[in-house]
């Protein structure tokens, strides 16, 4: 029973263009999503989140849009860049305290 | 500030043999958790800590896996014995107390042949 699932395994856009990175989850009382990134050999790193009283957040080139009626977020990067090619997780939280549930991931690759 | 410290980065080691984890959490982070990575998948929560105590552990496989955190700083993973399916990265994170802005360390990458 998946909880959390992020259905592109990989994803691939030029430099200069839009990457969006897709999740989905199945359980309404999620109330807090989180984006992490995970280079190679290294551990995820946070990089931005939202909460259910938002449908967007924004911190410089990366934007998080949240759709409670879908059950389904979004990690927006534009302009992409290609340091920005990595593994991207999306965590939700909310139906046990201190519990972060992560998808799969989605491998960005951005190509000068 | 200092990050999540782990150790060992890399282990091999045979099936039925033990194998131990270290993590140092960040200074002041009261939550500790570990948490397991399969290939191709997202980390998967095995325990997490408020500083000495074990409050969520429902996903610690109790016949082979045992943690501990003594004084609420650095904690210990152990398996034994281990499995051929026990092959993973164990992921040591921690977070101030409410905190979902976990910080990871770089993980161990264990392998079991």
């Known amino acids: 029973d998946q909880q959390v699932k992020q259905n592109s395994p990989s994803l691939s856009v030029q430099e200069g263009r839009i990457s969006i990175l897709n999740c989905d989850y199945t359980n309404s009382m999620f109330d807090y999503f989180l984006w992490y990134k995970k280079y190679p050999a290294e551990g995820p790193t946070f990089l931005i989140s939202i909460s259910s009283i938002k449908d967007k957040n924004e911190d410089g080139r990366f934007t998080v849009f949240l759709n409670k009626s879908a059950k389904h977020l979004s990690l927006h990067i534009v302009p992409s860049q290609p340091g920005d090619s990595a593994v991207y997780f999306c965590g939700v939280a909310g139906t046990s305290y201190g519990k972060l549930t992560f998808g799969q991931g989605t491998i960005l690759t951005v190509h000068p | 500030e200092a990050g999540v410290v782990q150790s060992p980065r890399y282990k091999i080691i045979e099936k039925k043999q033990p194998v131990a984890f270290w993590c140092n959490p960040i200074s002041g982070h009261n939550t500790l958790y570990w948490y397991r990575q399969n290939l191709g998948q997202g980390p998967e929560l095995l325990i997490r800590?408020?500083?000495?105590?074990?409050?969520?552990d429902s996903q610690l496989p109790k016949d082979r896996f045992s943690a501990e955190r003594l004084k609420g700083v650095d904690s210990t993973l152990k398996i034994q014995p281990a499995e051929l399916g026990d092959s993973a990265v164990y992921l040591c994170?921690?977070?101030?107390?409410?905190?979902?802005?976990?910080?990871f360390g770089s993980g161990t990458r264990l392998t079991v042949v």
């Open positions: 994170a921690s977070s101030r107390q409410g905190s979902y802005g976990y910080t």
């Open positions: 800590y408020e500083n000495e105590e074990a409050v969520d």
